[in-house]
């Protein structure tokens, strides 16, 4: 059984930082992500990371900005967010297994296969 728990949301001022972190269990392969869900909006992928070869991507909005991290021997998975804005505000979800074609496609589609009950980050302009 699949099992994904964040932890690390909170409320910071803009231009602050935090990093959510999730705690994988029942999971070992595949990618892993992260997404988001604002109040209003639908769910958006913000982040995945491809378990086998490391890479990743991201949302348009969060490059330079938020990294997707894999600590495959602790089985954790973290988001670290850097200069956050006001419209980073939303509840975040860690997830596992891509479903989409590609990586990428997991991301734009936000498709995955488990999500956390999510973690609320609130950014305070």
């Known amino acids: 059984q699949v099992q994904l728990v964040e932890s690390g949301g909170g409320t910071v001022a803009a231009g602050g930082s935090l990093t959510l972190s999730c705690t994988v269990s029942?999971?070992?392969?595949?990618?892993m992500g992260w997404g988001r869900q604002a109040p209003g909006k639908e769910r958006e992928g913000v982040a995945v990371?491809?378990?086998?070869?490391?890479?990743?991507y991201y949302t348009d909005s969060v490059k330079g900005r938020f990294t997707i991290i894999q600590d495959k021997a602790n089985n954790m998975v973290y988001l670290q967010m850097n200069s956050l804005n006001p419209e980073d505000t939303a509840m975040y979800y860690c997830?596992?297994?891509?479903?989409?074609?590609?990586?990428?496609?997991?991301?734009?589609?936000?498709?995955?296969?488990?999500w956390g009950q999510g973690t609320q980050v609130t950014v305070s302009s």
């Open positions: 997830a596992a297994r891509c479903l989409g074609r590609t990586a990428y496609d997991s991301l734009r589609q936000a498709a995955f296969n488990y």
């Open positions: 990371i491809t378990t086998g070869g490391g890479w990743t």
């Open positions: 029942g999971y070992s392969s595949g990618c």
